[in-house]
């Protein structure tokens, strides 16, 4: 038999998915629902607190339970890679019109906001292993967060490193004022004259730190995807590699494999 707080959790949540509590909402207050309930208030807490673990509402510090909203969700395929090779060598005004965060959720330019930063760093065990090179060579660790400008959350947690020899020649790849660059990295690594030949992802899922649910606004209970891309150029060797924290609750990974028929 399902406990007092379950059958109230199991009522608001009715109430959510019918459309009688609309995304942002205002839920009544604790003690109106305890009124309302003929239970305790501390009971109204547990029923809220399963409702947030859900994701389905929210608790805003001094304003009350309000019905989360849905956020934009990213739908990320293997097959943007192939679409940003395309574009790496359009003119820089077709390279303007589109990124792959908009291609990922169909948002425009105009409706994102970018930042990036970068810095320079001696590569540790990690990074000289994956790019074959001595510990201490020097990276230029590149960090992006884009949001849609109607949201506060960005939609990942980005931290991409360059091999900084392979791509000094060209002064503006060492700027974070020269981002968003038009086409993205491999437009920037046709500038010195990469041609990437494979892109490897390996994909796995933790709970999140404090600082990754804090900056990506996640509800309790939810878990990131962690992406590690890795992009080796036409003669196999490794020439970029990205960390990417994506939030469980809005993201959606799709591979297609096209098969050779017998």
Known sequence: MAKAYERIADELRQS??????????????????AEDHRRSVPTIRD???LLQDEGLIEKLHGRGNFVRKPRTTVLRTNERHQWEKDRAREPERERLKTGS????TGLTVNDLV???AYREIKAGADLAGVFDVPEGTAFIERTFRTRYDAENAPFTLVTSYLVRSLVE?????LDAANEPWPGGTQSQLHSVGI?????EERVTARPPTPEEAEELELPPGTSVLLLRKT??????????MSDVTLPGDRTEMLFTTPLERW
């Open 16 to 33: 959510i998915r019918a459309g009688e509590l609309r995304p942002g909402d205002r839920l009544p207050s604790e003690t109106k629902l």
């Open 47 to 49: 029923a809220l607190r």
């Open 101 to 104: 965060t908009e291609h990922d």
């Open 114 to 116: 970018f930042h990036a």
């Open 169 to 173: 020649a060209n002064p503006d790849l």
């Open 195 to 199: 041609e990437l030949g494979r892109i």
């Open 231 to 240: 992009s080796y150029d036409i003669e196999g060797r490794a020439v970029e």
